[in-house]
């Protein structure tokens, strides 16, 4: 009888990827997805640690998966990811009904642990060891290299993919738990990252972003050849079928004027640079041990500017860290203010062990005085947002359509069927930016221009430019007469936003989003 699994993602890209991974591996040997969480005969939950929210969040399922667990004592339950490395055995002291502990280092092993467990092993933990427990070397081989055939069925649409280009992080700064849980940065040689996109490319895929906790630190040795980001994005261009590059997370001290010159001079590479500023006060950077002043940070953004004047860029903020003063957030709000950026995400501290600001330094910024200085750099980059969005009314952008917006996927139900149904779509532009519109289902998965009448903080809105709707379809969205649509990403807010009345996307959550590109 063919067994069924269950997965269920938090965190970041690198997540996202790292679950795509482990499914393939488990239908290898022939394992389905299940429909339902209650129809699985393994349940897994891959885990992040970057804030607490997210581990509340794990334990509050657990606690929810064990009444299924003791209905079916042969419910295999398993915990994987960031978290599982972190807690380790902690996992099984608060949940004794888990039957799987595994880090992202071990996640090839996960299908012949859960083999195991279904032939009586017992419990398995499976995790790397801990940064100063051996040399860099060993603890390096600990974090093994995992990037196993893929699985296109787990990805929100067929036509884009993440492409891992390393993994780990040396930067350790003081809120972060990423160097501990991931493990030392570690390249991927080129020519693996080459065959896996010509490879996704086959398949359909027609936009790959490119991850790695500081992405743009990327470096391969091969001999005396060194092969960096820029000579990497230069080999993808090139490559027949692929429309579309990113890249992320990006360090603002490793933002190379090589780097900036190949997403100038590169026609696939889009023209998003998500590069976390974390802060605006040089003293909390120092605390936050950032590696740079807020000096050079601008210094490098007036160099992207001067090359890229039309490029979006993305940041990560931390409000409430350690120490932090009104005089100090109120750097953070200017540096919003002026800097122009797209979107930030925008997030309240959240002490995690075993970083060094746990360890030394006291979380001392109440609660209440977070809340408000998160409220209020939200309403700050809102207002950038939207002044940004405005200035595309009237032009003509080049879409990829991802698939349907939520609001109408809820909707899928009352709206017409088959290729030819006119639905509300979604796609992004090459800045990277959200474009809602009315369209035929055939359009999704294809490159088309948008006309943009409308905008607001969050998206832009407008109409297929003319004749782009008899588009041809793309066979393989046909199958057994259901069109493949993204994964609800947007809410779709039914009010009048500048320009004429129509809809405009915006995230969920409290701030521009809930989980950023990286860590």
């Not at 991802?402 to 109408?408: K, W």
Request: include cysteine; charge should be negative.
């Amino acid at each position: 009888m063919t067994k069924r699994l269950w997965i269920e993602t938090v965190g970041c890209q690198m997540n996202v990827l790292d679950s795509e991974l482990v499914v393939a591996a488990l239908r290898r040997q022939g394992w389905e997805m299940a429909k339902t969480q209650s129809e699985a005969d393994a349940v897994f939950y891959n885990t992040c640690s970057v804030r607490q929210h997210a581990e509340d969040k794990i334990y509050s399922a657990l606690g929810r998966v064990r009444l299924d667990k003791e209905r079916r004592p042969d419910l295999v339950v398993g915990v994987l990811g960031c978290m599982a490395q972190k807690d380790q055995s902690l996992v099984r002291t608060r949940a004794p009904w888990v039957d799987l502990v595994v880090g992202p280092g071990q996640l090839h092993q996960v299908p012949k642990l859960v083999e195991g467990i279904l032939a009586g092993s017992g419990p398995q933990m499976e995790v790397s060891l801990d940064r100063k427990g051996a040399s860099r070397e060993a603890i390096a081989r600990s974090f093994e290299s995992y990037d196993p055939d893929r699985d296109p069925a787990m990805r929100p649409t067929p036509f884009q993919a993440f492409v891992r280009t390393q993994t780990g992080c040396d930067k350790f700064c003081a809120f972060c738990v990423v160097p501990r849980v991931r493990g030392p940065e570690q390249a991927r040689p080129p020519e693996a990252i080459l065959a896996e996109t010509r490879k996704l490319v086959a398949e359909g895929c027609r936009e790959v972003t490119l991850i790695g906790q500081t992405v743009n630190s990327y470096r391969w040795q091969d001999g005396g050849k060194t092969t960096r980001l820029s000579d990497l994005l230069a080999q993808l261009d090139g490559i027949d079928g692929l429309d579309r590059i990113k890249f992320v997370t990006n360090y603002p001290r490793d933002m190379t004027d090589d780097l900036i010159a190949a997403v100038r001079d590169l026609p696939k590479v889009c023209h998003y640079l998500h590069v976390p500023a974390q802060h605006g006060s040089d003293d909390v950077l120092l605390r936050m041990k950032r590696g740079y002043t807020i000096g050079e940070y601008m210094e490098m953004h007036a160099r992207v500017r001067e090359e890229l004047p039309h490029a979006a860029i993305t940041s990560d903020f931390i409000v409430g860290f350690c120490g932090e003063t009104d005089a100090e957030f109120q750097l953070t709000l200017d540096l919003v203010r002026t800097a122009g950026f797209k979107n930030s995400f925008i997030f309240k501290y959240s002490p995690r062990p075993g970083t060094k600001a746990f360890d030394r330094q006291p979380d001392d910024v109440p609660e209440t005085v977070k809340k408000e200085r998160h409220q209020a750099l939200l309403e700050a980059q809102t207002e950038v947002s939207l002044a940004g969005n405005l200035r595309f009314i009237g032009t003509r952008q080049q879409v990829l359509v991802e698939g349907l917006s939520v609001r109408d996927e809820r909707r899928q139900g009352e709206t017409p069927a088959g290729p030819d149904g006119i639905m509300q779509l979604t796609g992004r532009t090459m800045c990277d930016r959200i474009v809602v519109f009315d369209a035929p289902l055939r359009l999704v998965g294809r490159l088309v221009d948008v006309d943009i009448q409308a905008a607001g903080a969050w998206s832009l809105a407008g109409d297929v430019a003319d004749g782009l709707a008899e588009a041809v379809p793309l066979e393989h969205l046909f199958a057994e007469a259901a069109p493949t649509v993204a994964s609800p990403l947007y809410d779709i807010d039914l009010t009048t936003v500048a320009g004429r009345g129509m809809p405009a996307a915006k995230p969920s959550g409290p701030s521009a989003a809930d989980v950023p590109p990286g860590a």
